[in-house]
T-cell receptor, first 112, second 114 residues
């Protein structure tokens, strides 16, 4: 029972490079979320999805794009990475909005 | 839009002492409320949640939280802290509208003195 799996776990990018973070869940959850965690700022919501084919902006969406083409996958893209995007990224999913969220183990991204 | 404030960045308590972590929220109605814990290098684990009904909720590891509508608060408590409770604790608010956005506070880091 894998739960929520994030790929990759670590990545170093050069400024201006692009990349995609993959989140996969095997619990048939409708809701999926991408957060970034920075010291002293907690988890800030980047984008989220309330079902396959839907996405919505969170608190800090600028510089990121997302897609939810399949229910089990939620992709986070950085088109042109900036040092300010150095962070730990967490994906989460839940069956319903009022249900508990299950978190992945995080992706540590460094942009140099 | 909902928001969450955790006013204490760090709290240090002695092992065996009681603990209270503060959480205040802003939302137009009674939201869904959660407390999560994060151990170093790990993801987040749910401690407890409040949706409706009894305002005192029990969670795992001996934690409880009390929802106080008049104070817009959802403080986390534990009567006797163990060294293994040292971690970062996050309060979260879930919207009850169709967005179901889940917003987190900035966290409180708990240190436990032996």
């Amino acid at each position: 029972n894998a739960g929520v799996t994030q790929t990759p776990k670590f990545r170093v990018l050069k400024t201006g490079q692009s990349m995609t973070l993959l989140c996969a869940q095997d619990m048939n959850h409708e809701y999926m979320y991408w957060y970034r965690q920075d010291p002293g700022m907690g988890l800030r919501l980047i984008h989220y999805s309330v079902g396959e084919g839907t996405t919505a902006k969170g608190e800090v969406p600028d510089g990121y794009n997302v897609s939810r083409l399949k229910k089990q996958n939620f992709l986070l893209g950085l088109e042109s990475a900036a040092p300010s995007q150095t962070s730990v990224y967490f994906c989460a999913s839940s069956w319903a909005g009022q249900d508990r969220a299950f978190f992945g183990q995080g992706t540590r991204l460094t942009v140099v | 839009a909902q928001s969450v404030t955790q006013p204490d960045i760090h709290i240090t308590v002695s092992e065996g002492a009681s603990l209270e972590l503060r959480c205040n929220y802003s939302y137009g109605a009674t939201p869904y409320l959660f407390w999560y814990v994060q151990s170093p290098g790990q993801g987040l684990q749910l401690l407890l949640k409040y949706f409706s009904g009894d305002t005192l909720v029990q969670g795992i590891k001996g934690f409880e939280a009390e929802f106080k509508r008049s104070q817009s608060s959802f403080n986390l408590r534990k009567p006797s802290v163990h060294w293994s409770d040292a971690a970062e604790y996050f309060c979260a608010v879930g919207a009850k509208d169709s967005s179901y956005k889940l917003i987190f506070g900035s966290g409180t880091r708990l240190l436990v003195r032996p």
